[in-house]
């Protein structure tokens, strides 16, 4: 049998330490969130109240800043162009991903190369995506080539370089980079509906697209919001497609406040400026995703 | 080995929630300490306080009189088996034995002996190359075992081991543990919520409830002469009946009242009752009484002192194949009987109960505690 | 994810399951197309993509593109294609990913199994970060760099993806080490073992389907980045994705098309072929950092 020890070992600086190491190991994380984010999001508030141009300085300025913001047509028009491609790019990738998450819950023989095949633009940079449309709805040589070789030679599509249409050439871009990935969410949702259910709406004698209908995309409540969070979330973040795409034009017209926002503090020297924009951004983000957030997370505590 | 000795232990969580009020517990060597309870009367909470995992509010632990409470776990010299194994998944059942050992830097001789010793004892000399997830559930919980054997600890901690367990594999394992203290002789913790195996295993059980020990004692102890209710009520399965009478003091001495349907009759309380009861003409109290204690009428028992005969109508019958469970109506309480099966009538019939009361106890309705 | 029992649809009709694939087959067709053009268009001449079309297969397909795309193309001022711009990437993504992928673990191991006051709150609060536009820090962080001479360099632009990659990677560890139960933790002190001692021994053993997750995760985020590396670096030290826009949008002359694209097929090749091998851990990282909190 194991000997009782003559003098109890004292807890020394071994312990100590042990007992410490949990937040030892946690105060990188913690310094770097409180210094490169929280500290950083209040340095950037702090700079949209002065009038700093080219080099950050501490004059005051109050919202004079903000004033100018929205008395400035370019940053209007991008928020503008932002709502029509938000709400594009949102409602269609959500249609798209819902629609082809239920064909491919069907039983599909081969679900998996479809579903690779739906996700791969994920794996893609932005540039890469916005390079790729670029090319193919190029004016001449793109698209339009393609469909007068068909036979069809009167066909025109310009949007690339039309002021008008250029914006809808982006929500197409980002359609397909984004479809797949709502996609995903959808099918995981619709996977852990809860059989049972579905049964009993059987033996009622409910018809698929009833069941569907009135069963299953009730369910998928929490999936919806992810998506619609996240989706949102890179809505407004939207800079990458946009310069790889347009640069922002033709003119401005596909011009968005996360181009406003780098073209003015780091292009024009106008730091204060663009401070004031990316505020902004936070609040958009802040005033669109945060009730869904909270929503959900106050469901969750409910359950 | 192994005295364990817990002094008006306390703990409160931080929310101001009082989950153990003081706990005293002296154990001897090799003893088989129980602690049983109901989820939420703070048994877990106790033992992990007694492991080191958490620390008291308040009180002492000493282990073979060495005072542990500022000990960290490694250095209180224990063992402990969880509910659900805890074996460490990436390793084989060799490494999982060992990997105290290696830890504490054991000499390679050494530890090869204890791995031989404890997977023969255990009978797992066959499992020692499989990973946990390739064992049955049975294996998984011998291995555990082993695991905590071969650190050879003063004490050995058991949270729950069994529950995980189906029935049957539950009653073998039962016997393995009770055959193991006797090899290992060290003093045995052991949480459990299932009053059967508190008294098929322990030789001093602590019922717990709400944080407070209800009652410390041997098995027996504890069945025979419950503290209080919910002792009484706790222990023993189907459980013992609480029938509330009033009492009425006559010159033969203290009596129940006791209503059966329309019938009323009043039984004489038994001779180690008379004395408490005396006092309280006119008062109710509970009568806790086993079903085994209600019989049918047996002859032999007619001529007992405290043996009492009463008819009533059965309402349910549950054959269970060794007795027949019979419940009736008295004061109206559901009571239930253990008769011989071929004696049992059917619902609705009528028929003559024996009851012994050698080993009634009585409660005080307002304190719950045991008056006689 | 339990296999649903399928009986629900074993009563479509065939006429139904025939348009579901078919439905199906031009989806598929419709997100190939971009990268099939981009391949052809990178095999051709680029006579051959002024006469053909999108979709015409190349008549002699070569490889000059590529040649070309990848040490003579010129973007800006420079005339060495994108092989600088690839090793840059490369020499940003490796240690970048191994760090944060490292303090994810033991952050999230911290955040499980040794929860202290306060530790869910911090989670919570690095947790806001993922939402953060990263507009606001960008101002900051250049005047940062700048006075810790790491403006344009590449080890700057792995400082700047380290931090920003905390929040995520920690959501995923954190995810996944609250699975694993914490009477693990509980035998292993017992047994003596000490923080270290249980993360190494138990805890990472069994930790590899989240390691692939994680780096697959930032490797394609940090790869894939444009805004860091435009912001934070200029001229040669340009990860790839800076590079290729600026081949495809500020070159001068002729428009080099097969060229763009068959640029734009290596900056997509690393992030595509992980995607291929290891398919599966990327969607499992998708739907695991969209389940927050």
Redesign the interface.
Known sequence: MSDAHDTPPRPGVRDTL?RL???L??S???L??VF??????L??IW?SLTRSTLL?NNVWAGLAQYRYLFGNGIWWTSLINLGIFGTLYIGLSMAIGLF?AI??????RGEGI???????????????????????L?PG???E??V??LGFTHFSFDWLINPKMAIYTVVVAAV?QSS??VM??FL?GL???D?SV??AA?IDGAS?PR?YWSVIIPSLRPSFF??LI?LT?LA??S??LI??MT?GGPGFSTYLP?NF??DF??QRGQ?AL??A???M??VA?GLL?GPF?LLE?RR?SDV | MGKLSIRNVHKTF?NNVEVLKGIDIETSDNQFLILVGPSGCGKSTLLNII?G?EASTGGDIHINDRRVNDL???DRD???V???Y??????TVRQNIL??LQ??KVPREERERTLKDVAAMLQIDHLLERKPRELSGGQRQRVAIG?AIA?DPALFLFDEPLSNLDAKLRVEMRDELKRLHQRIQTTIVYVTHDQIEAMTLGDLIAVMNDGQIQQLGSPQEIYDNPANLFVAGFIGSPSMNFIPCEITVDDQGAGLQMQEGDNRLVMQAPDHAQAALRERNGQKVILGIRPEQITHKRVSQLDEADTRLMTATVDIIEPTGPDTLIFIHLNDTKVICRVHPPEAKQPGERMELLFDLAKAVFFDPQTEQRIA | ??E?????????PRAA?IG??A??VF??L??????Y??VI?SLKSLQE??LG????LPLRPTFDAWREAWSSACSGATCQGVQVYFWNSVHLVIPAVLISTA?GA??G???TK?R??G?DL?FS??LI?T?????????????VLGKIHLENTIAGLVMVHV??G??FT?LFFRNFYVTI?N??V????????????IFW??LL??STPIFMVTIIWQF?QI?????FG??FTSGAIHPI??A??NL??TSTGVRR?NV??AA?LI??LP??L??LIA?KY??RG??AG??K?
């Not at chain 1, 490169?36 to 999001?41: S, T």
């Not at chain 3, 509980?186 to 001692?197: C, H, L, Q, R, V």
């Not at chain 3, 790869?223 to 805004?227: H, K, S």
Request: no cysteine; hydrophobic share 55%.
């Open positions: 042990q190491m949990p937040k190991v946690l990188p994380t913690f770097a969130a490169f984010l929280y500290g950083f999001i340095w950037t700079l950050p082809l064909l491919l819950d069907q039983r599909i479809f579903r690779a095949i739906y996700l791969y633009p994920m794996a893609l940079s932005l540039i890469v995506t916005g390079v790729a449309w670029k090319w193919m190029n040589l793109g698209l080539k393609l007068h070789d397909w797949g990935f995903a969410l995981a996977r852990g509906v059989d579905i049964k059987m698929l069941i992810s998506a996240l979330g407004i973040k800079f990458d310069m790889a640069g996360a926002m780098y503090a780091f730091i663009g401070a924009s990316a505020v951004m936070l983000v995703v957030i997370s969750k | 931080g492991a995992l960290s776990p490694r224990i063992a402990m969880f509910q659900s805890a074996l460490y998944p990436s390793m990997f105290g830890i504490r695991r650190r | 994810m339990s649903r029992d399928h009986s629900v649809h074993s009563h479509t399951r579901i694939y439905i199906l989806a598929a419709f997100y190939l197309t971009p990268l053009v981009i268009t993509v002024h079309n999108l979709l015409s303090f033991v952050n191991y911290v955040l040794w202290f006051r530790s911090f609060l690095l970060g939402f953060i536009p990263f507009q606001m820090i960008l101002l900051p962080m250049a005047w931090i920003y905390l929040a920690t139960p009477e693990l509980k035998a292993a002190m017992i047994d003596g073992a000490g923080f270290f001692t021994r138990i053993p069994v394609t790869w894939n980045d444009f805004l435009v912001v994705t800076v290729l826009n495809v949008n098309y763009d694209m734009a900056a997509a992030t595509l992980v995607y398919g990327f969607v998708l739907t969209s389940v909190g």
